[in-house]
């Protein structure tokens, strides 16, 4: 396939779905997660779910990188940026996240220095052109991102920049799968495996969930036809009596992964021996730090940061959605104190997050878009 409309051809949709339904026990509820969040967005983008048997339902999983940072994180990123001669940089779908007292925006009307950039490279570029200025890089993300973060850092260190650091907020996943799949709130029958994060680690990370779990796990692609594809595999699987880790998306993610990714963040980073995850808590060796060998470049370390845990706000059921426990349309405050504009959770603020996905694709449950169209 070379075009994107091969990925999205409504024929072969309705042929999957014919298969997919074949291979469903009719007495039988399929429960799989999609661990990202681009995959959400595209489920409800192209309603997938529309393609699915009744029996058949897809719940949200924690691979929302902007979602899962606790709001204590955002207030120590926004002490950070108060600091004299401190410009912040970050990604834009940061820049709304609201930490206990606001968000990046809000403290930028309050007079901080957040700005957003593309890259972390834009950030060593801006401390490069601005000397006077302490340049600190708010770095997030999955394993996805972390290579750009550790080649920034690098050639910070080539460069010998003394007003360049980095604020790492980089989290890995498979332990917060593990965690998902210890939690006695969740039942599951399979997982749409990250594509993105499989384009560094690859494959074999997954193994122990169908060694340890006996839950297949199938590394899915972004369009609609992957998506349909990989649930037909997974429903393969369980029909056949199998749990294996499966790569639907072979086109882009390696068996092994990126050998030099996983090099350049061994080089700068090590597991942190734990860190707090929105809604699911303190999980351990679950996100990375820099190495004392780039100290230099530690913003933890050049900054002395409140660290204080920050409860999320009562009305917001953030967590519940990360675990998969609820759908967004199943929170109180969701499309009406909870909006992209007036967002009180992450889930509604970030491009992958759940709840924005629902809120810009489509509001109701199934039977509840019966009840309206009448089909």
Not at 311 to 330: I, T
Not at 339 to 348: D, F, K, L, R, V
């Amino acid at each position: 396939m070379r075009f994107v409309d091969e990925y999205r051809d409504a024929a072969k949709a309705r042929a999957l779905a014919a298969e997919i339904s074949r291979l469903c026990d009719p007495g039988r509820e399929y429960k799989f997660m999609e661990v990202c969040g681009g995959h959400t967005h595209t489920i409800y983008k192209h309603g997938i779910e529309d393609y699915l048997p009744e029996n058949v339902s897809l719940v949200h999983g924690p691979g929302c990188p902007v979602c899962v940072i606790p709001m204590g994180r955002v207030d120590d990123a926004i002490h950070i940026a108060r600091q004299p001669g401190v410009l912040m940089t970050s990604f834009g779908d940061m820049m709304r996240v609201p930490g206990s007292n606001g968000s990046f925006f809000d403290s930028n009307a309050e007079g901080t220095n957040i700005r957003m950039v593309y890259s972390p490279l834009d950030a060593l570029r801006i401390a490069r052109q601005n000397p006077d200025l302490d340049v600190v890089f708010l770095a997030i993300g999955f394993e996805t991102t972390a290579p750009s973060t550790a080649m920034t850092l690098l050639r910070a260190a080539q460069e010998d920049l003394d007003n360049f650091s980095v604020f790492c907020n980089h989290v890995t996943i498979i332990p917060a799968i593990k965690a998902i799949l210890d939690s006695p709130d969740q039942r599951l029958d399979g997982f749409l495996g990250p594509g993105h994060v499989s384009t560094v680690i690859g494959c074999r990370p997954y193994e122990f969930i169908a060694d340890q779990y006996r839950k297949p796990l199938v590394v899915s692609g972004f369009e609609p036809l992957d998506i349909l594809q990989s649930v037909y595999m997974l429903l393969r699987q369980i029909r056949e009596g199998r749990s294996e880790v499966e790569n639907q998306y072979s086109r882009v993610v390696p068996q092994e992964g990126n050998a030099n990714a996983l090099r350049a963040i061994s080089r700068t980073m090590e597991l942190r021996p734990y860190f707090e995850w929105r809604g699911l808590g303190f999980i351990s060796h679950s996100a990375l730090r820099l190495r004392d060998e780039y100290a230099k470049f530690d913003a933890e370390k050049r900054f002395d940061l409140p660290g204080v845990r920050v409860a999320d706000p009562k009305s917001c059921q953030c967590g519940e959605v990360l675990k998969g426990v609820l759908k967004p349309w199943e929170c109180k405050v969701f499309g009406t104190a909870c909006t992209p504009e007036t967002p009180i959770g992450t889930c509604m603020v970030s491009p992958e997050g759940a709840c924005a996905a629902y809120f810009n694709y489509g509001r109701f449950n199934r039977q509840r878009v019966k009840e309206v169209t009448g089909v």
